[in-house]
C-alpha cells in the first residue's frame, strides 16, 4: 500500500507515475490495478430511463437509486415529476426521500460530471429548485449549478434573517460572499416576495437561524420565491444573516408542507421555448434547435444564370459558389427555365431583381467572387461520379469550390487564380462502398452533423442531381452522399452516418433510391428528411422575411349530431413540391379555393428554408383553407412501414424512446414558428411514440395515421385525453368514385347516436383537385341532405374532442366572447391597454365550461422584443361575472408563451390581471386559449 488515503494517492499521481514508470515500465494507476472510483449521480422520485430498447422505470422502486455516469450515455430520461429539486445536504436528502414528497429529488453540493449529465438529460420545461444551506458556500453551490447547468434553478427555503447570536462568517466565507456580490452571478433568480428588516449587528456578519424556527406554524409559502441573494447587494445592510437548513432547525412536517406547497402553488409552464429568429445583414445564425441557418437579408440585385447555361459538373461548381458566397449575404441566384412556376416566380414574390449572366459570361460571375473562396478542390467524375459529393463534401471545410481538370483549365484560361488545395483525382477508389466508407473516416468527423444531404450524383435510373439544395451544403459543411438504400451494405453504411446525428437537432435534405428504404433508414435515427432532390436556390429564399404570418383562425362550427368530414391534401413534406408544382395549382385554382374546407398538408420546415414560400401561401389563403403538416411533424418520418416495398422493412422504425422524444420535440418547435397544429403521420405510429407527441407537441391538436393494406393493428387512439390520433379512412385517394363509394358507405352505416367523424387523404397527384372536393361536398349534401360538413382539420379535432367530452379550444368557440385579438388564433394581430394600474382581458365562455389549461402568447411570440412579454398575471375565473377565484398566478415570466395546465374548474367566465405587462408599462397580448369541456 503507497498510502492509506485515496484522495493523498490522487495528490501524489503526478509525482508518482513517472516514477513507476521508470522502475516498472507501467504509466498509470489502472495497471496496477488501482482503478478510479466511477462517477455517479443519487437521486429518487419518478423517474424512467429508456437506452435503445431498454426500459428501468424507478418510481417502482421508493428507496434512492444510485447511478453511474458510465450508464448515461446514450439514454434518456423521463419524469412525471412536477419539478427537480436538487438538495445539498445528505440527512435531509434521504429524510426527504422517505417521505416520498412526489418530485424529483437530486443528491448534489457542487455538482460532478454524473451529476450535470443526469441533469442534462432531464426535460427542458422541468422546473428545477435548490435546497441548501444559506451560508455564502451554499449560494455558491446555487450559483454553481446554473452556471453548469444552464437552468433557471431557483432557491428553495433559502431565507435567513439577522441574528446577533450567530457565529462570525470565517475569513473564507467573506471571500466567497465577496465574489457573490461583487460577479452579480446571481441575479436572474425571482425578485423576493418580501424583505425582512434589518438592524445593525454589533460584530459583523453572522450566521442566522429560521424565522420560524420555535414557531408551532410556518405559512407554506412565506419562504417560497425569495431570493436571498438580491440582498447581498444591499450594502446598506451588512448585517445579513445566515439560515443553515437542516432537519434540526427546520421541522419535517414545515419542510413537506413547503414543498408540497412549491409544487402546487404555481402550475409549470409547459411552454417550450425555442431560440428566436430574426432578419440578418450578414452571415448565418444557426442555434441549437433550428434545422436548417438563418440566411441575411438577399440583395436587391441577385446575380443569376440559367442551369441550362451548364454543364452537369458545372453545375456542381456553380452550385458550391452559390453557398459559399450566399453564407455572407444572398448574392448569387440559379434559375430554371423550365421551373413549373417559372425560373423568376419566387425571386419576384421575394421582391428581388435579377442580373443575368450568358453562357459565355459565366467565369465573369466567378471571377466577380473569386476572393470569397480560397481555392479548389479536383476531382475526377470519370473515375466515379461519387467523387462529385466526395468534393462536395470536402471543399466547405476548405472554403474551396469542387471542379474538375477541365473546368479547372478553363477557369485558369479565364484569368482567374484559384489554388488547387486538394487533389481527389489521385485516389484510385471506385465503388460508394470505398468512396463514402473513404468519407466517414477522412471528411466526415470535420462535416457539419445538423445537416446531410442524399444526392444522386449520376443518371443511371433517372437523372442526376447536380445542383438541387447542394448550396446549402457547401453553405454549412454537411456531407453529400449517395448510398443506395436498396442494398443492404449500403443501407448499413447510410446507417453509420445517420448515427452520427443527433434526433432533434438534425435533418437530411435530397432523397432516396426509393421512397419507403431511404425514409425508414433514417427514421431508424429520429431524423426526418425534407425532400429536396428538385429544390432549388435554398441559399437565396433562407434569407427572405423571417416573420411568419400565421393567418386567422375561424370560428369552428357548433357542435351537431352529425357526420363531419377532413380532406386532407397529399405531398407538403416536399418542399420542391411546394416550390414547384404547389404554387401553379395554388394559383390555378384560386377561383375554387375558398368554396370548400381544404386541408392542405406543408413542409414546417419552410419557416427556415424558405419563409417567403410559406408566407405566400398564408397570405394568399381562404378561410377554407388549413394547413398541417406533411408526415409526420418537422421532416418526413416513417416511424412504421405498412406497405411492401423492396428493401423496406415493414413494421416499426423508430424504437428508441430518446429519439421519438428528439423528434417529437423538433416538431413542436416548428409547429410553434409555422402555426401548424395538426400532423399527418404516415403510417403508424406506436403507443410509445404517440406518447411523445402528446408529452412534447404541446401545439398539436391531432394528427392522423394511415396503413395501405387496413392491417387491424392501425388504429386510432387519444393519449391522455388531449390528443386524438384519427384512422384515415383512405390514404391517398386517387379517384373520385373510391372516396364517394367509402363515404357513401360509412354514412349509411351510422347509427345517428352519436356525431361521426371521418377523415380522408387525397393523392394530390390524382383526380381529387378542388373542383372535384367540392362536388363530392354537394354530392353528399343531396344524398344525406343536413347530415354533412365537410371541415377545417383544426375545426375536426376540436369538434372531436367536444363531442367525446374532452378538453378543446373554447377561444374558436363561437360562444366565446372577448377581445377579438386575443381569439383570432394568430399572433400576428395584438391586444394592448395602456392605462395606469392594472390592466384585464375578460372572457365570457357563453356557458359553463370546465377549464383545464390556458394558453396566453405575449409580445414576443408576434416578433416583438420579449422585453415587453407580460411579467406578471393572474387568472380568475367565475360562474356569474361577479366573484372571481383565482386559478393560478404567473410570475417573473421571461418566455413568450405562458402554457398552464390548471386543476379543473367550472366557470362561465375567466379573466387576465396583468400586474407587471413588461418593461414599457404597456400590456400586450397576441393570443389566448382556454381550453376546456363540458361540466
Not at 123 to 133: E, N, Q, R, S, V
Not at 280 to 302: D, M, N, Y
Not at 637 to 643: E, F, K
Request: with cysteine; hydrophobic share 35%.
Amino acid at each position: 500500500m503507497i498510502c492509506g488515503d485515496s484522495k493523498r494517492l490522487q495528490s501524489l499521481e503526478g509525482r508518482l507515475l513517472p516514477l513507476l514508470s521508470e522502475i516498472t515500465g507501467h504509466a498509470s494507476f489502472e495497471d496496477f490495478g488501482i482503478l478510479p472510483k466511477p462517477r455517479s449521480v443519487t437521486f429518487q422520485g419518478p423517474l424512467l430511463l429508456a437506452r435503445g430498447e431498454a426500459l428501468l422505470d424507478f418510481s417502482a422502486f421508493p428507496a434512492p437509486h444510485t447511478l453511474s455516469a458510465a450508464n448515461l450515455p446514450g439514454a434518456s430520461l423521463h419524469t412525471s415529476a412536477p419539478l427537480c429539486l436538487t438538495v445539498e445536504n445528505e440527512d435531509v436528502f434521504l429524510e426527504l426521500a422517505k417521505r416520498n414528497p412526489g418530485v424529483l429529488l437530486v443528491l448534489t453540493s457542487f455538482p460532478g460530471s454524473a451529476t450535470l449529465q443526469f441533469l442534462s438529460l432531464l426535460p427542458a420545461a422541468l422546473p428545477f429548485h435548490h435546497f441548501g444551506d444559506t451560508d455564502p458556500a451554499g449560494f455558491d453551490i446555487l450559483r454553481d449549478l446554473r452556471a453548469k447547468t444552464g437552468r433557471e434553478v431557483r432557491p428553495f427555503l433559502m431565507d435567513f434573517r439577522p441574528s446577533e447570536s450567530a457565529p462570525l462568517l470565517s475569513p473564507e466565507e467573506l471571500l466567497i460572499l465577496e465574489r457573490l456580490t461583487g460577479a452579480n452571478e446571481l441575479q436572474r433568480a425571482p425578485s423576493p416576495a418580501r424583505r425582512h428588516p434589518a438592524r445593525k449587528p454589533e460584530r459583523g456578519l453572522r450566521t442566522g437561524v429560521h424565522p420560524c424556527r420555535g414557531s408551532d406554524r410556518c405559512p407554506p409559502h412565506s419562504h417560497l420565491r425569495i431570493d436571498p441573494l438580491t440582498r447581498l447587494h444591499e450594502r446598506s445592510a451588512p448585517s445579513t444573516s445566515f439560515h443553515l437548513p437542516t432537519m434540526i432547525d427546520l421541522s419535517k412536517s414545515i419542510l413537506l408542507l413547503a414543498l408540497a406547497g412549491l409544487s402546487s402553488a404555481e402550475p409549470a409552464n409547459r411552454y417550450l421555448a425555442y431560440p428566436q429568429v430574426s432578419n440578418r445583414s450578414e452571415g448565418l445564425a444557426w442555434p441549437k434547435g433550428q434545422a436548417i441557418p438563418t440566411f441575411a437579408t438577399p440583395a436587391p440585385v441577385q446575380d443569376t444564370i440559367m442551369i441550362q447555361d451548364l454543364s452537369k459538373d458545372e453545375q456542381i461548381t456553380f452550385s458550391a459558389l452559390q453557398g459559399r458566397v450566399n453564407r455572407k449575404q444572398p448574392r448569387l441566384f440559379l434559375a430554371n427555365r423550365r421551373s413549373e412556376e417559372g425560373p423568376f416566380t419566387w425571386l419576384e414574390t421575394a421582391g428581388l431583381d435579377r442580373k443575368m449572366f450568358a453562357p459565355q459570361t459565366k467565369h465573369d460571375l466567378l471571377a466577380k467572387y473569386a476572393a470569397e473562396i480560397d481555392g479548389v478542390v479536383l476531382y475526377n467524375p470519370d473515375l466515379s461520379p461519387h467523387y462529385r459529393n466526395l468534393a462536395g463534401t470536402l471543399a466547405p471545410q476548405l472554403n474551396a469550390i469542387p471542379v474538375t481538370p477541365a473546368i479547372y483549365e478553363e477557369i485558369k484560361k479565364a484569368g482567374i487564380d484559384l489554388k488547387v488545395l486538394e487533389d481527389l483525382t489521385k485516389l484510385t477508389l471506385t465503388t460508394p462502398l470505398e468512396i463514402y466508407g473513404h468519407m466517414l473516416e477522412h471528411y466526415w468527423p470535420k462535416s457539419e452533423k445538423r445537416i446531410i444531404l442524399s444526392s444522386k450524383p449520376h443518371d443511371e435510373r433517372g437523372g442526376g442531381d447536380y445542383h438541387h439544395t447542394r448550396d446549402i451544403a457547401a453553405a454549412t459543411g454537411a456531407a453529400v452522399v449517395w448510398l443506395d438504400t436498396r442494398v443492404p451494405e449500403e443501407r448499413d453504411l447510410l446507417r453509420r452516418f445517420f448515427a452520427g446525428m443527433k434526433a432533434g437537432d438534425a435533418i437530411a435534405l435530397g432523397w432516396y433510391a426509393t421512397e419507403r428504404t431511404g425514409i425508414t433508414t433514417a427514421s431508424e435515427f429520429g431524423i426526418g428528411t425534407m425532400p429536396s432532390d428538385h429544390f432549388m436556390n435554398a441559399s437565396v429564399l433562407a434569407g427572405t422575411d423571417h416573420k411568419i404570418k400565421i393567418p386567422a383562425v375561424p370560428k369552428k362550427p357548433a357542435l351537431q349530431n352529425k357526420v363531419y368530414v377532413a380532406i386532407f391534401i397529399s405531398d407538403g413534406d416536399n418542399i420542391q413540391y411546394n416550390q414547384h408544382a404547389m404554387r401553379r395549382n395554388w394559383d390555378r385554382i384560386s377561383g375554387d379555393r375558398g368554396k370548400v374546407p381544404l386541408n392542405w398538408t406543408i413542409a414546417p420546415g419552410l419557416v427556415d428554408i424558405a419563409p417567403v414560400i410559406m408566407n405566400y401561401y398564408y397570405g394568399s389563403a381562404t378561410p377554407q383553407d388549413c394547413f398541417v403538416t406533411g408526415p409526420s411533424g418537422m421532416g418526413y418520418l416513417m416511424p412504421t412501414n405498412t406497405l411492401i416495398e423492396p428493401g423496406a422493412p415493414l413494421g416499426e422504425s423508430l424504437k428508441d424512446p430518446a429519439m421519438m422524444d428528439g423528434y417529437t420535440r423538433m416538431t413542436e418547435t416548428y409547429l410553434q414558428r409555422s402555426g401548424l397544429r395538426v400532423v399527418t403521420i404516415w403510417d403508424d405510429a406506436s403507443s410509445p411514440l404517440r406518447a411523445a407527441y402528446e408529452r412534447n407537441c404541446r401545439n398539436l391538436y391531432g394528427a392522423t395515421v394511415q396503413n395501405f393494406k387496413d392491417q387491424p393493428s392501425v388504429a386510432g387512439s387519444v393519449e391522455n385525453d388531449r390528443v386524438p390520433f384519427d384512422k384515415l379512412q383512405i390514404p391517398y385517394t386517387g379517384s373520385y368514385e373510391h372516396i364517394v363509394g367509402s363515404l357513401s358507405r360509412n354514412i349509411r352505416h351510422w347509427d345517428g347516436a352519436a356525431p361521426l367523424f371521418l377523415s380522408y387523404q387525397v393523392d394530390v397527384w390524382g383526380q381529387m383537385r378542388a373542383n372535384r372536393v367540392i362536388e363530392l361536398r354537394d354530392q353528399m349534401e343531396r344524398e344525406f341532405p343536413g347530415k354533412v360538413e365537410f371541415v377545417r382539420a383544426d375545426h375536426y379535432f376540436n369538434l372531436h374532442n367536444e363531442a367525446k367530452g374532452l378538453a378543446h379550444n373554447l377561444s374558436m368557440s363561437p360562444d366565446t366572447k372577448g377581445p377579438e385579438e386575443l381569439l383570432d388564433g394568430t399572433a400576428a394581430t395584438l391586444w394592448t391597454a395602456d392605462s395606469p394600474g392594472e390592466q384585464t382581458a375578460q372572457f365570457d365562455l357563453g356557458m359553463n365550461r370546465q377549464l383545464k389549461r390556458v394558453v396566453i402568447r405575449h409580445a414576443g411570440d408576434s416578433g416583438m422584443d420579449p422585453s415587453l412579454n407580460t411579467r406578471s398575471l393572474v387568472l380568475e375565473s367565475s360562474t356569474d361575472g361577479q366573484e372571481w377565484k383565482q386559478l393560478a398566478a404567473h410570475e417573473d415570466n421571461r418566455d413568450n408563451v405562458s402554457d398552464l395546465d390548471l386543476e379543473p374548474k367550472d366557470a362561465k367566465h375567466l379573466r387576465i390581471r396583468i400586474s407587471n405587462p413588461g418593461s414599457d408599462s404597456i400590456a400586450r397580448i397576441a393570443d389566448v386559449e382556454i381550453f376546456g369541456s363540458k361540466p
